[in-house]
């Protein structure tokens, strides 16, 4: 019988190649960021990623993150029964770029990404029963850059060698810059929900907002929508857009706030 090594051999490289990536992180970009092209897990493993919260925690404290300092970073994925997690997480400002420094503080992080990023490791894959958690440390740029939004995309993988069957997750959370010294009307809170939307967000002000000018503008600087914010609470319909990028944008007294909003399918 003729011997077929040398040509299985070829067949099975890119296979290994797979599972070895897999075992050792991500290849870097798939953060489901705005600077990643919001490339995520989806790209190498089958399925619809899905959006949730409150996995990203930083000790920042309330008035936000201090120029150079260096913080912890907590990310937890919680999935039933994962074989294993594997995750890639990156930090950008306003603009999409990469900003801050990570430093892996054990065994089961690495960075990615050409040091944008952080990433799982070999050791780091195996869940607690239905959790996974990774700390690591990020240091704010400094000069500050005001909101940093921190992405992730978790792999809650069933461990059986493939690509296919696993569950992918898409998380993100902001922190702005302490403005040391300086009382702004924007030093109450503005905040708006959900995110990503589709079809509608709810915008929260405070007192003080009341009055301001409200623009949502797209990626290419085009105002889409635009209204005087005379409510603490207002709805605001987004059923004519569409899906991509947006920044609502606040003004009053010469002061600007800015904040990012996704608009799904």
Known sequence: MKKLYPYVLPLLIPFLLVLTAYHTGSPG????????????????????PIDVS?????????????PGATYVVTLTGSHEAPGRFGFEMTAEDESGTKVGEFTPTDNETQLTNNGHAVTHTDEGINPSGDFKTWTFDWTAPDPGV????????????????TNSGDVIYTTEMMYQEHLT????????????????????????????????????????????????????????????FQAGMYFIVMDKD??????KLLIRE
């Open 29 to 48: 970009g798939k953060t489901n960021s705005p600077g990643d092209g919001f490339s995520n897990c989806t790209d190498c493993h089958s399925g619809t």
């Open 54 to 66: 409150d996995w990203i925690e930083l000790d920042i404290p309330a008035e936000g993150y201090e």
């Open 146 to 161: 005001g909101n940093v939004y921190f992405y992730a995309a978790l792999n809650a993988a069933n461990g059986d060698g």
């Open 181 to 240: 010294g300086i009382k702004t009307v924007f030093a109450e809170q503005m905040r708006f929900y959900p995110n990503p939307a589709k079809e509608y967000i709810m915008l929260e002000t405070g007192q003080k907002l009341l009055g301001s000018q409200l623009n949502i503008i797209d990626l290419s600087g085009k105002t889409v929508f635009s209204s005087v914010i005379m409510t603490k609470v207002r709805k605001i319909a987004l059923g004519d």
């Open 254 to 259: 010469g002061e600007r706030k800015s904040e």
